[in-house]
Each structure stands twice: as structure tokens, then as C-alpha cells.
T-cell receptor, first 116, second 111 residues
Framework: DARVTQTPRHKVTEMGQEVTMRCQPI?????VFWYRQTMMQGLELLAY????????DSGMPKDRFSAEMPDATLATLKIQPSEPRDSAVYFC??????????????FGEGSRLTVL | GEDVEQSLFLSVREGDSSVINCTYT??????LYWYKQEPGAGLQLLTY?????DMKQDQRLTVLLNKKDKHLSLRIADTQTGDSAIYFC???????????FGTGTRLLVSP
């Protein structure tokens, strides 16, 4: 059963600490997205990759956030230093990236981050 | 830029029909989507419609697209308590697979 896997599912940390969230996309998918969900802002696109190359990270605060794909099976989202306003659920999603297809994205279950 | 708007909340009784509305701004959208999010879970695709279609029906779901007004709706017939969730409208912008999501509509179905 192919699915997107995210770790950790829950993370509580103190302000100023580094946080790293990981995502394993569905095997064979070549587009990966990071979204952040909060009550106030809804679902915001932070960054996305195609064939491991970053295509758009304009939604990400550059001073503290970084997103990478070290290889095709791993995407990471790092926050350093973390702040209370970063508290949210972070979703990773992957897709097959073919223009001809429907563009469906498959979402992980999310990483719930609480920064105290 | 792209923008997708939805009402925040809808409450219906079990057995009634639910209609969730969405407006978008990108006239070059190729596909429009409805995703469902249950508590504590990620989003799952419910249905989608290609921009050259006006309507799509899939069992209890009916999607209507008005391209002129850039309005999309999702109708759920015979709504059940298990349909209680957040429903997101999304558009696919031109180019790759980037999806822009609306704020989500929380549907509450009461017995």
C-alpha cells in the first residue's frame, strides 16, 4: 500500500531549538511538496521540488526555514531557530509529476509541531 | 496571483444535501479538485474536474464548474455523519503540479 510517510508525527520543542521533519514520498513520484496548516492561515505552500530540484520556496521564511531532498526517497524541512509562531501541522505530499495526468497529490499524515 | 476562497463552516442534518462552494482567481487553471481531511489525518482526493467540463458526478458527489464566474461547488447527496470533515477546494496552476488550496470548509453533519 503506497503512501507518503512523515516523521515525527508529533514534536514539542522549546523556542530556539532546531526542528527537522522528514518525508518519504511514494516510490516513483518525482514531485514533493511541503504545506503548513494553521487555523488562521489554512493550508500554505512552503516549498516544492521536482526531480529533487527546488522549484518554488517563496512561501518559506528564508531566514529560518530550509527544505532539501538529499535523495529521491527523502525530503527534509528544517527550522532553525524555531519560534512559537511556527507551531502548526506540516504536511508533505508527493505526485507523479506528469503533465498529462490529473495532478493528484498524495498527502502524508502530517507532523504536528508545538514550539513553546 | 492565485487565490482560492471558501466559506469556513457548514452545518447540515443527516440525510440532507450539502453544498460547499469555492471561488478561484486563476483563469488558466487546468484542473480543480476537492480534497477531504478527516481529524488528525492528511488530505485525500475526493474528486476532480477538468476545466473543459461543467459537471462531474461520482456516486453521491456532484461537482459543478462555472468557468465564467470562476466558481466551483461540491454537492454531497444524502449526507452522512461520516462525511463530517474539512473539505478543501484546490486549483492546479499552469505548469507543473503546484496546487493552491482554499481555506477549507468544515462540514458538520448532525444526526
Amino acid at each position: 500500500d503506497a503512501r507518503v510517510t512523515q516523521t515525527p508525527r508529533h514534536k514539542v520543542t522549546e523556542m530556539g531549538q532546531e526542528v527537522t521533519m522528514r518525508c518519504q514520498p511514494i516510490l516513483g513520484h518525482n514531485t514533493v511538496f511541503w504545506y503548513r496548516q494553521t487555523m488562521m492561515q489554512g493550508l500554505e505552500l512552503l516549498a516544492y521540488f521536482r526531480n529533487r530540484a527546488p522549484l518554488d520556496d517563496s512561501g518559506m521564511p528564508k531566514d529560518r526555514f530550509s527544505a532539501e531532498m538529499p535523495d529521491a526517497t527523502l525530503a527534509t524541512l528544517k527550522i532553525q531557530p524555531s519560534e512559537p509562531r511556527d507551531s502548526a501541522v506540516y504536511f508533505c505530499a508527493s505526485g507523479s509529476g506528469q503533465v498529462a495526468n490529473t495532478g493528484e497529490l498524495f498527502f502524508g499524515e502530517g507532523s504536528r509541531l508545538t514550539v513553546l | 496571483g492565485e487565490d482560492v476562497e471558501q466559506s469556513l463552516f457548514l452545518s447540515v442534518r443527516e440525510g440532507d444535501s450539502s453544498v460547499i462552494n469555492c471561488t478561484y482567481t486563476d483563469s488558466s487553471s487546468t484542473y480543480l479538485y476537492w480534497y477531504k481531511q478527516e481529524p488528525g489525518a492528511g488530505l485525500q482526493l475526493l474528486t476532480y474536474i477538468f476545466s473543459n467540463m461543467d459537471m462531474k458526478q461520482d456516486q453521491r458527489l456532484t461537482v459543478l464548474l462555472n468557468k465564467k464566474d470562476k466558481h466551483l461547488s461540491l454537492r454531497i447527496a444524502d449526507t452522512q455523519t461520516g462525511d463530517s470533515a474539512i473539505y478543501f477546494c484546490a486549483e492546479r496552476s499552469s505548469g507543473f503540479q503546484k496546487l493552491v488550496f482554499g481555506t477549507g470548509t468544515r462540514l458538520l453533519v448532525s444526526p
